[in-house]
Nanobody, 118 residues
Framework: VQLQASGGGLVQPGGSLRLSCAASGSGFSIAHMGWYRQTPGNRRELVARITSGGTINYADSVRGRFAISRNSSNKNTIYLRMDTLKPEDTAVYYC????????????WGPGTLVTVSS
């Protein structure tokens, strides 16, 4: 299973971006998918996660500004809508999925850089 993320870039404070992450492969299901972010010298932290049943969790720092969703026709694709972006949201964002196939494992996608700056 591979994860492909897209949508990062440079945006001014107060602006918006949407990230996408698609899982591809065969013979698997996904228990949950989510977005994490990391800044230099810091640990990777959870931003938002959605389970196969639709349960959603957000980090306190993004709740009310970010929204995670899943493609209704392709449940292996998720999005992260980021509004009212702040400079402190600047980070490399990673998509992660808990894959259930012949084994159960975490799959990370490549990071996508989000820079919030004027």
């Amino acid at each position: 299973v591979q994860l492909q993320a897209s949508g990062g870039g440079l945006v001014q404070p107060g602006g918006s971006l949407r990230l996408s992450c698609a899982a591809s492969g065969s013979g698997f299901s996904i228990a949950h998918m989510g977005w994490y972010r990391q800044t230099p010298g810091n640990r990777r932290e959870l931003v938002a996660r959605i389970t196969s049943g639709g349960t959603i969790n957000y980090a306190d720092s993004v709740r009310g500004r970010f929204a995670i969703s899943r493609n209704s026709s392709n449940k292996n694709t998720i999005y992260l809508r980021m509004d009212t972006l702040k400079p402190e949201d600047t980070a490399v964002y990673y998509c992660k999925a808990l894959i259930i196939g012949s084994s159960v494992y975490e799959q990370w996608g490549p990071g996508t850089l989000v820079t919030v700056s004027s």
